[in-house]
């Protein structure tokens, strides 16, 4: 029988009654032929309270415990979606992450997912079982402990189960109805989107859109799993939510689909660093070494020799850049004037297939940025995607005058 995969997200589960409220719309693919892998994540909420006890009974806590511990929230479900469609006469059982097994690396609290042997729950399928109901973001290392995938993996698991059953199609149940073009709380004309991309859904998913774990995205790109995310809470009909595909089907599209933003960005410059050969390496290596994840860098033009370098970051990686090159001054492998961190700022982006082939959307952006007033202070770009860091207080402004200008309320 052809295999559907099925994801629940924690609001999706967040109660007994949602609970069976997803298990009745599981009943429902049942009933039209298909075998059933439910993922679940733990109950909204369950896995900041778990992460909330590890810190407190341990802060420098041992990794494979805080996996043992935060990975638990998913068995509840797990348990408690089976025995629900049982209730529903639906024959199920549930599955943790070690005894399908799902093999990961050892690198506690963000695995990498290895393989999933078929074999087990295939056995199950064959001898009448119609749902295998894993507990999503967790799995077992090579030396037979717990791990976890990192936070929001759960999107990730499903997306791997559906490659590995060859599934139809891996459907992602959660609060909102799709993928929206922008975050409808910042541009009320924020229009549903019923494709997208892989590729851009990438982007976005990278940029701040928060409906899937990018790594989720990049495995369904690699493998070619059609994704659909919908909400569990309206009633569905067969093409509702958005389907995040490849881009050979999607007929027409818009040349940018969507707007993100990012508001926790800094930024970042090094005033006065000597222009040599190396000197890039020299200060992105350290940063690198310290786990700062660098997005955009602009080096300035040169004068007597020296230079600025500019690059942005998570605010939150500020302390720990700051540190890394400071440490990197002390040694003598670099050497500034100043370094000076700007943390009110935001990031604007935005994403389209369509730019490969069209030009002018940069200057378009820019224009548009400009007659608001906007000053932009970092660009970057890609075949199908513009980045701008602008002051933080004119974040929502940015994101709706570039949602009118590119006309995203309008369907191709
Ligand atoms: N429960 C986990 C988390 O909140 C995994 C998931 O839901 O995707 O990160
Ligand atoms: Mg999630």
Same mark, same amino acid.
Request: charged content about 25%; aromatic content about 6%.
């Given at each position: 029988?052809?295999?559907?995969?099925?994801?629940?997200?924690?609001?999706?589960?967040?109660?007994?009654?949602?609970?069976?409220?997803?298990a009745?719309?599981?009943?429902?693919?049942?009933?039209?032929?298909?075998?059933?892998?439910?993922?679940?994540?733990?109950?909204?909420?369950k896995?900041?309270e778990?992460?909330?006890?590890?810190?407190?009974?341990?802060?420098?806590?041992? =990794? +494979?415990?805080? %996996?043992a511990?935060?990975?638990?929230?998913?068995?509840?479900? !797990?348990g $408690?979606? *089976?025995?629900? #469609? /049982?209730?529903?006469?639906?024959?199920?059982?549930?599955w943790?992450?070690?005894?399908?097994?799902?093999i990961?690396?050892?690198?506690h609290?963000a695995?990498r997912?290895?393989?999933?042997?078929?074999?087990?729950?295939?056995t199950?399928?064959?001898?009448?079982?119609?749902?295998?109901?894993?507990?999503?973001f967790?799995?077992?290392s090579?030396?037979?402990?717990i791990?976890?995938?990192?936070?929001g993996?759960?999107?990730?698991?499903?997306?791997?189960?559906?490659?590995?059953?060859?599934a139809?199609?891996?459907?992602?149940?959660?609060?909102?109805?799709?993928?929206?073009?922008?975050?409808?709380?910042?541009?009320s004309? =924020? +229009?549903?989107? %019923?494709?997208?991309?892989?590729?851009?859904?990438?982007?976005? !998913?990278? $940029?701040? *859109?928060?409906? #899937? /774990?990018?790594?989720?995205?990049e495995?369904?790109?690699r493998y070619?799993?059609?994704?659909?995310?919908?909400s569990?809470?309206?009633?569905?009909?067969?093409?509702?939510?958005?389907?995040?595909?490849?881009?050979?089907?999607?007929?027409?599209?818009?040349?940018?689909?969507?707007?993100?933003?990012?508001?926790?960005?800094?930024?970042?410059?090094?005033?006065?660093?000597a222009?040599?050969?190396g000197?890039?390496?020299a200060?992105?290596?350290?940063?690198?070494?310290a786990?700062?994840?660098?997005?955009?860098?602009?080096?300035?033009?040169?004068?007597?020799?020296?230079?600025?370098?500019?690059?942005?970051?998570?605010?939150?990686q500020?302390?720990?850049?700051?540190?890394?090159?400071?440490?990197?001054?002390?040694?003598?492998?670099i050497n500034?004037h100043d #370094?000076?961190?700007?943390?009110?700022?935001?990031?604007?982006?935005a994403?389209g297939?369509?730019?490969?082939?069209?030009?002018?959307?940069?200057?378009?952006?820019?224009?548009?940025?400009?007659d608001?007033?906007v000053?932009?202070?970092?660009?970057?770009?890609?075949?199908?995607?513009i980045?701008?860091?602008?002051?933080?207080?004119?974040?929502?402004?940015?994101?709706?005058a570039?949602h009118?200008?590119?006309?995203?309320?309008?369907?191709?």
């Open positions: 029988m052809p295999v559907l995969v099925m994801k629940f997200g924690g609001t999706s589960v967040a109660t007994l009654d949602r609970i069976r409220r997803a009745k719309r599981v009943g429902v693919e049942v009933s039209k032929g298909y075998d059933v892998i439910v993922i679940v994540s733990a109950m909204a909420g896995t900041n778990l992460v909330g006890y590890v810190n407190e009974t341990s802060p420098l806590y041992d =990794a +494979r415990e805080y %996996d511990v935060v990975s638990s929230g998913e068995n509840v479900t !797990a $408690l979606m *089976a025995l629900t #469609l /049982q209730e529903m006469d639906v024959p199920a059982r549930s943790q992450g070690w005894q399908v097994p799902l990961t690396t050892s690198a609290s695995a997912i290895e393989d999933i042997p078929t074999d087990n729950i295939n199950k399928f064959a001898e009448g079982m119609r749902v295998a109901v894993v507990a999503g967790q799995g077992i090579p030396d037979g402990r791990t976890t995938l990192g936070r993996g759960s999107d990730t698991t499903a997306v791997a189960f559906a490659a590995a059953f060859e139809e199609r891996c459907d992602i149940y959660t609060d909102v109805d799709g993928v929206y073009t922008t975050d409808p709380r910042i541009a004309k =924020a +229009r549903k989107l %019923d494709k997208i991309a892989f590729e851009e859904m990438l982007e976005l !998913a990278s $940029l701040g *859109a928060k409906v #899937l /774990q990018t790594r989720s995205v495995l369904a790109m070619n799993v059609k994704l659909r995310v919908l569990s809470f309206e009633e569905q009909s067969d093409d509702a939510g958005t389907l995040v595909c490849a881009e050979e089907e999607i007929m027409e599209s818009n040349v940018v689909s969507g707007i993100a933003y990012s508001r926790d960005e800094a930024k970042m410059t090094l005033v006065s660093v222009d040599r050969p000197i890039a390496a200060i992105f290596g350290p940063l690198s070494d786990g700062v994840n660098v997005d955009m860098i602009i080096q300035n033009i040169a004068e007597e020799g020296r230079t600025d370098m500019t690059f942005s970051c998570p605010t939150d500020v302390k720990r850049a700051e540190k890394a090159l400071l440490d990197a001054r002390t040694n003598g492998e500034y #370094l000076i961190a700007d943390t009110d700022v935001a990031k604007i982006s994403v297939i369509g730019m490969r082939s069209q030009s002018g959307v940069a200057a378009k952006m820019f224009k548009t940025l400009s608001e007033g000053n932009i202070k970092v660009i970057a770009t890609s075949e199908i995607k980045s701008v860091l602008v002051d933080r207080k004119y974040m929502e402004l940015a994101v709706q570039l009118d200008v590119f006309e995203l309320d309008k369907t191709a």
